[in-house]
T-cell receptor, first 111, second 112 residues
Framework: SQTIHQWPATLVQPVGSPLSLECTVE??????LYWYRQAAGRGLQLLFY??????ISSEVPQNLSASRPQDRQFILSSKKLLLSDSGFYLC??????????FGQGTRLTVV | GQNIDQPTEMTATEGAIVQINCTYQ??????LFWYQQHAGEAPTFLSY????GLEEKGRFSSFLSRSKGYSYLLLKELQMKDSASYLC?????????????FGSGTRLQVQP
């Protein structure tokens, strides 16, 4: 069966510090991978998606970047965090089924 | 782009039935999803509709009318554990993207 791992679960970082969130998927090959962000009490905003290794598409301009160095690994990064980067970050994957499967999420607080 | 609307909050009583509506405006519609999200947790899949009509799965049912751009999620025999946010999401027919676009979610509070 397929599983998705995302870490860390919570993170507190100072303004201006770098960020690296990692997501890995097991039990499937060539998945579509996604990073979403959810502000408090809001819906999910798509940040990045990837249909293959090295292929990244950005949905909105922002202070973040994404990379896919391996088929089942998706990384969200920032060189210098802003206060506005605080939120709940969710990695997700989809394959032959049309629905998306989500990781446990990372609660990021920038202070 | 896509526009998805759903009520912000709803309150219902344990044991009752509640209907959460979702309207959407999009081109290239390719399916509508409902997810449940408890506070601080990841969304979990509830239902999927791509054709008009009702899909039933236990206490949960979802309805779709593509001509009206309308869906609802029906929860029967409400339990306290059903208190959560319910997210409506639309998929469009984009060969590359395949991502879901989410509404802001409806926060349901089930009261005793």
């Amino acid at each position: 069966s397929q599983t998705i791992h995302q870490w860390p679960a919570t993170l507190v970082q100072p303004v201006g510090s770098p960020l690296s969130l990692e997501c890995t998927v097991e039990g499937t090959s060539n998945p579509n991978l996604y990073w979403y962000r959810q502000a408090a009490g809001r819906g999910l905003q798509l940040l990045f998606y990837s249909v293959g290794i090295g292929q990244i598409s950005s949905e909105v301009p922002q202070n973040l970047s994404a990379s896919r160095p391996q088929d089942r690994q998706f990384i969200l990064s920032s060189k210098k965090l802003l206060l506005s980067d605080s939120g709940f970050y969710l990695c997700a994957w989809s394959g032959g089924e049309r629905r998306a499967f989500f990781g446990q999420g990372t609660r990021l607080t920038v202070v | 782009g896509q526009n998805i609307d759903q009520p912000t909050e709803m309150t219902a009583t344990e044991g009752a039935i509640v209907q959460i509506n979702c309207t959407y405006q999009t081109s290239g519609f390719n399916g509508l999803f409902w997810y449940q999200q408890h506070a601080g947790e990841a969304p979990t899949f509830l239902s999927y509709n791509v054709l008009d009509g009702l899909e039933e799965k236990g206490r949960f049912s979802s309805f779709l009318s593509r001509s009206k751009g309308y869906s609802y999620l029906l929860l029967k025999e409400l339990q306290m554990k059903d208190s959560a946010s319910y997210l409506c999401a639309v998929r469009v027919m984009d060969t590359g993207r395949r991502a879901l676009t989410f509404g802001s979610g409806t926060r349901l509070q089930v009261q005793p």
